[in-house]
């Protein structure tokens, strides 16, 4: 009994797990530094719900106080919304249907129907006929802004044709200094619709735009020879011109003073004058042939020469003119 005795193991201890002891150590030794545990939550304001009962339980390792510390920075910081909920700013809004630059400064009406065109001449008939000069210069100003950027069709096409006391009121205008430029504007825009030409030429253009192109100025100037050319399209005008003693003086002194568009209307309408169409005049003075070969020599454009070298081949042809003793 004694032997077996000595010879019986000691009892083993309850746990021989290595990895326990070593755990037990860790957390039970005085020596190893002790984690100070995380202080409890504040308590929670009476407004905000309780914490969920999905998780009762308090958290039993430190994942689970991290979990709960930033469960409880949810509830202090709310997150901003999702970004499909969240509205954009104002500035960030897209807008359906952004307005167009041109819209900001709309280009005048274009006159596209008759009804337009008598609305306006009516409008200012009323004006002209006033006695107030305020009022027929705002008739004046009228056209300007509502033809010059809308030109009635060349040919007419069936447009209402201009009212006489209308084309009167702007053929007066031509000897007015302050209204003169704009003058020619409306009846060049005017003039451009075959319909009118014979209007204007019984409200007495040729005589005027005659009598006044000469103390006009470049643009200006142009545009009322360039009526001049037109209203030559008409017999009546072409038979006017003719008989105007000024005419041909005035023609000359514009061919040697001026150039391009001014200079090429001054020939074409001198070879209406001296052509060999009905009606023409006999052969030309000296000094108007000698200011045609200058106009053709200098600076010209290629309408203007041809019709300048038209009107001298016609005239060399018909035995009005010899070239040979005005170029000596």
Aim: net charge negative; glycine share 8%.
């Amino acid at each position: 009994m004694k032997t077996q005795s000595k010879l019986k193991n000691p009892p083993r201890p309850l746990f021989s797990c290595g990895i326990f002891g070593h755990c037990t150590q860790s957390v039970l030794s005085p020596t190893t530094p002790q984690t100070p545990a995380l202080p409890p939550p504040p308590p929670l304001p009476a407004s905000d719900p309780p914490p969920p009962a999905s998780d009762p339980q308090p958290p039993s390792s430190s994942s689970s106080s991290s979990s709960t510390s930033q469960s409880f920075t949810q509830w202090r910081f709310p997150l901003p919304k999702p970004p499909f909920v969240h509205n954009p700013p104002p500035e960030a809004a897209p807008a359906s249907d952004p307005p167009p630059e041109s819209t900001s400064e709309p280009d005048p009406p274009p006159l596209v129907s008759n009804s337009s065109l008598v609305e306006l001449f009516h409008v200012a008939e009323l004006q002209l006929s006033s006695s107030s000069d305020a009022a027929r210069l705002s008739a004046l100003h009228m056209l300007e802004k509502m033809l010059v950027p809308n030109p009635m069709p060349e040919g007419g096409g069936g447009c209402a044709a201009c009212p006489a006391a209308v084309m009167a009121g702007m053929v007066g205008y031509l000897k007015e200094p302050a209204a003169a430029r704009a003058a020619t504007k409306v009846l060049l825009a005017l003039c451009l619709a075959e319909v009118n030409r014979r209007v204007a030429v019984e409200a007495g253009a040729v005589a005027e735009v005659v009598e006044a192109v000469a103390g006009l100025e470049g643009a200006a100037a142009e545009r009322a020879l360039a009526v001049l050319e037109l209203l030559c399209t008409v017999p009546e005008g072409a038979a006017g011109l003719r008989a105007h003693a000024l005419a041909v003086p005035m023609l000359v002194e514009m061919m040697g003073k001026m150039v391009g568009r001014g200079k090429e209307c001054a020939i074409s309408i001198l070879a209406v004058i001296f052509g060999s169409g009905e009606g023409s005049l006999g052969p030309p003075t000296p000094t108007v042939a000698q200011a045609v070969l200058l106009a053709l020599q200098g600076e010209c454009s290629a309408r203007g020469r041809r019709k300048g070298t038209q009107l001298l081949k016609s005239l060399q042809e018909n035995g009005r003119l010899d070239l040979t003793e005005e170029g000596s």
